[in-house]
C-alpha cells in the first residue's frame, strides 16, 4: 500500500505509513468488519437430469436406468464438490433410487415374461402349422374331385398339390412348418396307406389321418412312426375330410383306410 505523503510502500492492512507515520487512506478502522457476500446457490442441472431419467425408467422397461444411474452419481460428486453452490441432492438421490430400483426389476421382469413371449411365439407357429395342414389338406380333396375322388400316389403327391393352392407361387413355404428344423425344407407327410386310393369307397373317411407331420423331404410320406411332435410335445394331422386337430399321441388305427372308430380329441380345438 502507497503513502500518499511520501511515497513509501507499507505492507497489506496498514493503518498509517512505516516511513513518516501518514494515515493511509484504505486501512480498515478498527472495531469493524466487512460484511460478507451471500453465496449463489444454484440447481443442479445434472440432478435435474437424473431424477427425469429415473422417473423415465420406470416407463422404459429398464432401458434407461444404466445412463440415470451414471447421471446421478455425476451430479451428486457435482453437488458434493461444489462446496455449498450447488443444490438438488435429493433430485439426485432420487434418481439414484428409481435408476438402481429399475436395475434390480429388469432380471425378475425377463423370468417373468419370457415364458409368455415363449408360449406367444409357439402358440402363433401352431396357428400357422394348421393353416398350412389346412389348406393342404383342401387341396388334396380338390385333387381327388378332379380325379374320380381318388388321391395322388404317395411318390409323387407334393408334385400335384401347387396348382391346387391358393398361392401357387409360395408352394414350397406351405409345405414347411414353422417348427421344423431349418435342415428339412417341408415338414408334412402324406399317409402312405392312402397312396392313389378311391376315398369314395372307404367306410369313414372322416376318421383317417390324410396328412400327418413328419421331418421329410417333397414328396414324403409315412405312417405313425414318422410323426413329429415338434410343438411342444403336440403334432397337428389332417383327416380326409379335410378337419384339422392338434394332439399329444396320434391315433394309430386313424392310419388305416378302412378305421372306423372315432378318433379321440386328446386336445386343442378343431379347425
Not at 19 to 25: D, H, I, V, Y
Request: charged letters at 15%; glycine letters at 8%; one cysteine or more.
Amino acid at each position: 500500500m502507497r503513502c500518499p505523503k511520501c511515497g513509501a510502500i507499507s505492507p497489506e492492512n496498514s493503518i498509517r505509513c512505516v516511513s513518516c507515520g501518514q494515515p493511509l487512506p484504505d486501512a480498515p478502522v478498527h472495531g469493524t468488519s466487512q460484511p460478507a457476500q451471500p453465496v449463489q446457490v444454484k440447481n443442479s442441472g445434472m440432478a435435474i437430469a437424473a431424477l427425469v431419467l429415473g422417473i423415465l425408467t420406470l416407463f422404459s422397461c429398464g432401458l434407461l436406468a444404466l445412463p440415470a444411474l451414471i447421471v446421478s452419481i455425476v451430479a451428486l460428486v457435482q453437488i458434493n464438490k461444489s462446496q455449498g453452490q450447488l443444490k438438488g441432492q435429493g433430485q439426485a438421490i432420487g434418481g439414484l433410487v428409481l435408476s438402481a430400483g429399475s436395475l434390480l426389476l429388469v432380471p425378475i421382469m425377463v423370468a417373468i415374461l419370457f415364458p409368455v413371449f415363449a408360449r406367444a411365439r409357439d402358440a402363433a407357429r401352431m396357428s400357422s402349422c394348421q393353416l398350412n395342414i389346412k389348406q393342404i389338406g383342401v387341396a388334396l380333396q380338390m385333387y381327388a374331385v378332379d380325379y374320380g375322388e381318388t388321391l395322388p400316389s404317395a411318390d409323387k403327391w407334393s408334385d400335384a398339390m401347387p396348382i391346387y393352392l391358393k398361392d401357387k407361387d409360395n408352394s414350397r413355404q406351405i409345405f414347411k412348418c414353422p417348427s421344423s428344423p431349418d435342415s428339412r425344407p417341408e415338414g408334412y407327410l402324406l399317409n402312405e396307406r392312402l397312396s392313389g386310393i378311391n376315398t369314395a369307397v372307404l367306410p369313414s373317411p372322416s376318421n383317417v389321418y390324410m396328412i400327418f407331420e413328419g421331418n421329410g423331404f417333397w414328396n414324403a410320406y409315412g405312417g405313425p412312426g414318422d410323426v413329429d411332435y415338434r410343438h411342444n410335445s403336440y403334432t397337428n394331422v389332417c383327416f380326409i375330410d379335410g378337419r384339422v386337430i392338434k394332439t399329444k399321441k396320434v391315433y394309430e388305427k386313424a392310419f388305416d383306410p378302412d378305421n372306423t372308430e372315432e378318433v379321440p380329441e386328446e386336445s386343442g380345438p378343431k379347425y
